[in-house]
């Protein structure tokens, strides 16, 4: 958590308009192109206001990177809880469709991650990147070796490089709902195309790790 105490000692509404300013200045110019004085602006307080809150620029994106990251686990908790009962291709069903859920609530927090995947001018990209990428591959790891007990993977298939490849597909169709230039022909028109592919994807995947 890279907030001052005073920062949660401020009304929950500010709190958010401060949050709401920052989120769309990094996801619209980026983190080099994003600047205090706009996300000041953007919020409606003095700059010197908001160095009581935040030590600076890295500080401040680094707490909504936490946010985005909360978010996420609790997302994914949640559909690992609703789903225990259900077959592997329920889950990677639900998982995906989840993820999908996660773009359309929150744009500028995914934008921001994909500029973190695209761009190259933050200097901490690698270690955020990775946290994240460790989260979804323990996910679907996990997933996996459940799916394994309950005799639904064939016995000798490497668990981690099936996680490795699902969460790389699931991670480039994901990428889909935000640049559908990145498959031309296959990209997903609207959530009834949306829910087609995904049935296509977790066939395959189906297909490629059963007994």
Do not use: C
């Amino acid at each position: 958590m890279e907030a001052k105490r005073t920062f949660f000692n401020l009304p929950e509404e500010k709190r958010e308009k401060i949050i709401k300013a920052a989120l769309e200045e990094f996801a619209s110019k980026g983190w080099k192109g994003a600047s205090v004085n706009s996300i000041v602006a953007r919020a409606g307080i003095a700059k010197g206001s908001l160095y009581q809150y935040f030590r600076d620029k890295r500080s401040l994106f680094l707490f909504l990177f936490d946010k985005a990251v909360g978010v996420a686990k609790e997302t994914l908790k949640r559909v690992k809880r609703q789903t225990a009962e259900k077959p592997l291709r329920e889950r990677l069903r639900e998982s995906l469709l989840a993820g999908v859920d996660f773009i359309e609530r929150h744009p500028l927090l995914y934008r921001i991650y994909l500029q973190l995947v695209f761009e190259r001018d933050v200097p901490f990209r690698q270690d955020l990147i990775g946290r994240l990428r460790v989260l979804s591959f323990d996910y679907i790891l996990s997933l996996l070796e459940e799916a394994l007990k309950r005799g639904e993977v064939r016995e000798g298939l490497d668990l981690k490089a099936a996680a490795f490849l699902i969460d790389a597909v699931m991670e480039r169709f994901l990428q889909l709902q935000a640049f559908p230039h990145l498959a031309p022909g296959w990209s997903p028109k609207g959530r009834e195309e949306v829910e087609q592919r995904v049935e296509e994807l977790v066939d395959l995947i189906e297909k490629g790790v059963k007994p």
